[in-house]
């Protein structure tokens, strides 16, 4: 394995196989990899990017990227369950979403080595069921597939087991997905985890086709600021690519120490090594410079440095307000309402549960008790602050 | 129920249902009654003939026949097992067949009363995918069907239950085939018993259409001459309905009498009581003599007479060579060889199990004794003949 190749597996679950992709550099020819996305999620976040940051680096090593946006089917309602079907999107609507898909990708990817190729452009010809030879016609590739194959992947296997509904169309795509990959020539195509059995599809009708079938690397599912559940922006827990500066860095801060080393494998170049051996609150300080830089270029200090005046004890923020409690200890609703933070019991109560309330940094979401001893900062959503003092200081 | 409905409900295994059918016939205007086929079998045979005549009763009636040729599938090859692809049939070839199968149709159907349409027509739009309303897509249409849907039918059910290959084309036939009803408004389709599944996915695509879902009505499949097997060219059990009148006659006389009621009942227009009344003899006869009056008008007398004059005993063919039995009872084999109808022992055993051997109009299919008291007709294939004589006479 080159110096290059082992960079370019960087943060890789799954490659099959090292070998392949070595062989395939050795041609000395640049590489087409593959990434396929539906242009239905306009708005990109660091989840996406694994792939992405994945692909730079085959760029930086001299290859080429093949992004195809998958504007053929996103024409079609959402098929995930038969009475929740969403409207389709419009072709305008497709074109927009991937347009402005396209302007975010290119925060990450180099523009002059990404061919962009939407997948009309060979699906609409296969659909038409017109091609001379039957493996270029959707009908022929039916007849080549079984219900047997496609049921083998996991997500259907348990969906036909458990009983909830699987759509004809969602059993197709994989077939689409590697069909993609005979048109384009794909040499590597990468996915999530939970794309490998599609991945794979596209080595087989590769190989049905005559051609060199493609290797596969999958990344694993990036964890959102919760550190539990995968980032989306359904959960709430995503760090969009588009956050402002102090926005980003904050909600990089914001994650679990043990998730860090994961966000720095899959989301930058750095030296994992050199990172681990700093001091946790360090590393993730300079992890969320990082990644604010990149995406904020020159912008990483700045909001490290606005970051630290708000949140380090050591230096509050001169303009947050002083609230010297009535007594102590002191339950949070009442503290919230006499502090002027809430204007009811119940929005008290509501901004608990959200989530919006922090004490000395740390997220408080029930009506506890806080004793308070010393100054400590209070902080409710984004902007709302009060120095808290003890009483009858 | 109105006396019209009730015969074109002749000999139907299933009607879903009747009274649909009568609410649809009450009206007023003319049905239109659907039947579907694949162009791949130019040679017609009475099996075929079936939902022919069950079309043509409503034709009587005063309906329309919509009479559908799948060009459009028909030019993939046959999906069954994934090894043993079939080429598929060019645009020409499918014509060709159509064609052929058409001139044969109408031999039973009222042409005037007969609308022929090719899938074609909307399938190939369908696939297109550019319909505004994605029920006009396919890709929308299986977006709307779950894999859970399709494998209720039972033969597929059957077949992943014992993990043979069910390929994703054939799991795609009956939307197909129900997506023809919707297109050409189907009031009633007919099919055989095996279709009943693909027939009723024709009433909830209607219904997922707005359109008023059609009636179905199933018929049996026709055994063979052999009386066991289904009618098919495949088993050599078939009647064709180009056999010239004498084959016609002559196939009809050889099946079981226990089928005969059957056949009266499918393929006539007869009173099956009035049948029933007659010696089974006559009532074969004039079974015979009706289907060959129906494929070849005015020859049916004339083939019955033909008939008789070869295998009736009283009046055997002037040319018949006489042969003397050595001894009497004889076994089967010997008699073959000494009357110099089989070369060989094994040639003769042979002829008896197929069924190619008989004595006095009925078949021996194995080397009993015959013990010979007056002449009596042997007969071997079509055309080989023996007047067996008492021995010492």
Chains 1, 2 share one sequence.
Do not use: C
């Not at 085959?58 to 079907?85: C, K, M, N, W």
């Not at 969602?170 to 794309?195: F, H, I, N, R």
């Not at 994961?262 to 989301?267: A, C, I, R």
């Not at 809430?342 to 506890?368: I, M, T, Y």
Request: cysteine-free; hydrophobic content about 40%; glycine content about 8%.
């Amino acid at each position: 394995m080159s110096v290059s190749a082992s960079t370019m597996l960087r943060g890789a679950h799954q490659v099959i196989s090292a070998a392949e992709i070595d062989a395939k550099v050795k041609k000395g020819r640049p590489l087409r990899v593959k990434l396929g996305v539906d242009p239905t999620a306009p708005d990109l976040h660091l989840g996406h990017t694994v792939a992405l940051n994945a692909l730079r680096r085959f760029q930086d090593a001299g290859h080429l990227v093949v992004f195809i946006v998958g504007d053929y089917t996103a024409r079609i309602g959402d098929p995930s369950g038969r009475s929740e079907t969403r409207p389709p999107l419009s072709a305008e609507a497709v074109k927009a979403n991937a347009t402005t898909y396209l302007a975010q990708v290119f925060k990450v990817l180099d523009e002059k080595k990404t061919e962009v190729r939407w997948n009309s452009e060979w699906l609409a010809p296969l659909f038409r069921n017109e091609g001379a030879d039957p493996r270029n016609t959707i009908l022929g590739v039916l007849a080549r597939h079984t219900v047997q194959q496609l049921t083998e992947r996991e997500d259907f296997a348990n969906r036909l087991k458990a009983g909830s509904p699987l759509s004809l169309l969602e059993l197709l795509y994989p077939l689409m997905q590697g069909y993609d990959s005979v048109a384009v020539k794909a040499d590597v195509e990468l996915g999530g985890t939970d794309q490998l059995f599609n991945l794979l599809m596209g080595r087989e009708m590769q190989k049905d086709m005559g051609q060199e079938p493609q290797a596969v690397m999958t990344f694993p599912l990036l964890e959102g600021t919760d550190g539990v559940k995968k980032m989306s922006k359904s959960y709430g827990n995503y760090v969009s690519i588009n956050e402002p500066p102090a926005e980003m860095f904050g909600k990089v801060m914001s994650i679990p120490d043990a998730l860090m080393w994961k966000y720095y494998e899959l989301l930058t170049e750095e030296d994992l090594a050199a990172a681990k051996a700093l001091h946790p609150m360090e590393a993730k300080k300079r992890l969320a410079a990082v990644l604010t830089d990149k995406y904020h270029p020159g912008q990483g200090a700045a909001a490290r440095a606005g970051f630290e005046k708000v949140f380090s004890k050591r230096e509050e923020p001169e303009e947050v307000a002083p609230h010297t409690v009535s007594r102590s200890p002191i339950k949070m609703i009442d503290l919230l309402l006499e502090a002027g933070l809430a204007p009811s019991r119940n929005e008290a109560r509501r901004l608990l549960q959200q989530g919006a309330v922090a004490v000395a940094g740390e997220k408080v979401s029930d009506d506890r008790e806080l004793t308070v001893h010393s100054p400590v900062l209070l902080k409710v959503g984004k902007r709302q602050f009060r120095k808290v003092l003890p009483a009858g200081r």
